[in-house]
């Protein structure tokens, strides 16, 4: 089995498994962040540039570096490989400049936005961006649309990170919505507003990593940092039944999917996402309608999880001073237990 | 005995001047006496005012833009920075027919500051990412209802006509603080301008 250093930190993992896959088994703070690469969508990754990486050596026969940084979701490890992902400062210059690109036509309206507070592409922003445009041109616009009566598309919002496409063609029966157009006027949309109504159409507004697909029936209700996230579970004949609710109060505001710390949707036993119906989505706002698990443990992307910016940001800031002086192939000392997974 | 304060007290017998008490009434109002002449702490409140500093944190005020339309998107950073959690709000979504009178397509149908928890701070003026709320040099009005202190929308936002001015508080390290929160989108055509001519 081929063995892979990312960031001084070695792991054994099977072949054929990709370089973020593998950062992902040693998790932490090492671990590139995404925002098109779904691990239970197929064909999911390399449209957003936000995992790349800087391979200073390709393998263990063939030492020379990849002269450009990889997509790190779709290039598989070789044996020997050298990954350098936060103790690479000029890995991180390129993702700054990748997140500018990607923020170029977002209208960064998080104070109206419903995603604000577990947006990927805030703390995307916020981790690894500037907090300032360059950008002098007028915005694409596009009107909000509803998809059918649940789903609300913010076309403005969107990153075209392609997740809600391989859902309607994967998860749903008979997909409804594609991309249309092509270059700056791509856009998410059904086929002439058709109303997008089979079981699992709910499912694009989980792994929607922005807010250009919201729940229309929390819509403007509360925001995220305010309400409580529950686990539940409840008998469902159509999908797992294991939810998220979202609480204020006593009132069920929302919900969703249950996630995992990489904000996807939680995977089960047997390694498939639990996905979740509309009616559990939609329809069952009641207490009642629920037997709660406990509540949440929130790991990683989130408001909710408080100061979790602070460790990566202070990690961050010592590659750089120290890489100031030398450029290659220090040790980066991190603080005890800096890396360990369980120690957020 | 810990602080070295504390006093021996003694009870000792008064003499037959001190038993008459005369004398001593006598001093007390002399002393009273005296502050008739002397210059008065009070004012005539509220007919008289005294001076405040130009950056008094006073009554909140709900901002309109230039065409006089609320700013408030109800995005709710300033209950979340409001640390006597004073703030609360309702959003609702804004109707085509609504257009001019809320910026933003998300708007507060309720807001409410519960004057009484408020400690003045400061700190929602600075958690507005759009402007929209500033606290003014006015003092909020007592009253005998704990109800009439918690003030809606109709106190809080200020009238078109009858604008209020917050220049006063935005001093050059104001302005320098929110140079950071600003992005283009925010801006109104005036501050566009100036932006623009600030780069040449």
Partial sequence: ?344 | MLTNRSKQVVKKEMTWVEKAYLPAIFQGLIITFKHIFKKKATIRYPEQKRPIAPVYRGQHVLKRDESGAERCTACGLCAVACPAEAITMVAAERTKDEVSLYREEKYASVYEINMLRCIFCGLCEEACPKEAIFLTDRIVPSTFERHEFIFGKDILVEPVNERLDVTKRQTPEVLEFKKDKKHKHNLTFLDKVIVKKSRH
């Fill in chain 1, 1 to 344: 089995m081929p063995i892979v250093t990312i960031d001084d930190i070695k792991i054994e993992v099977p072949e054929g498994t990709s370089i973020l896959q593998a950062a992902r088994m040693i998790g932490g703070d090492i671990v590139p962040p995404t925002m098109c690469y779904y691990s239970s969508l197929k064909t999911s990754g390399g449209y957003c540039r936000t995992c790349i990486v800087k391979v200073e050596q390709g393998s263990a026969k063939d030492p020379r570096p990849i002269p450009k940084p990889v997509a790190s979701c779709r290039t598989t490890v070789m044996d020997g490989m050298v990954v350098r992902n936060i103790t690479s400062p000029e890995n991180l210059e390129a993702r700054a400049g990748v997140v500018e690109f990607l923020l170029l036509n977002h209208p960064l309206d998080c104070p109206v936005c419903d995603q604000a507070g577990e947006c990927h592409l805030q703390d995307l922003s916020y981790e690894n961006g500037k907090s300032e445009t360059r950008y002098e041109f007028p915005r694409r616009e596009f009107d909000p649309i509803d998809i059918g009566d649940k789903i609300k598309l913010h076309m403005n919002r969107c990153i075209l990170c392609y997740r809600c496409v391989k859902v309607a063609d994967q998860i749903t029966d008979g997909r409804c919505h594609g991309v249309i157009n092509r270059g700056e006027a791509a856009e998410i949309s059904t086929y002439i507003e058709q109303a997008i109504d089979n079981d699992f159409s709910g499912n694009v507004i989980d792994v929607c990593p922005v807010g250009a697909l919201t729940d229309k029936t929390f819509r403007f209700k509360s925001r995220v940092w305010y309400t409580k996230p529950l686990d539940a579970h409840r008998d469902c004949k159509k999908c797992s039944g294991k939810v998220r609710l979202w609480y204020q109060g006593e009132e069920v505001l929302r919900v969703t999917a249950r996630k995992d710390e990489w904000g996807e949707v939680e995977k089960n036993e047997a390694g498939n996402a639990d996905w979740i119906c509309n009616e559990c989505r939609f329809d069952k706002k009641e207490a009642k309608d629920w037997t709660i698990d406990g509540p949440t443990k929130v790991d990683r992307h989130s408001v909710i999880s408080a100061n979790h910016y602070e460790g990566l940001k202070m990690i961050k800031a010592d590659t750089l001073r120290m890489m100031g002086a030398k450029p290659h192939g220090i040790k980066v000392e991190l603080g005890e237990g800096a890396l360990d997974p369980n120690n957020k």
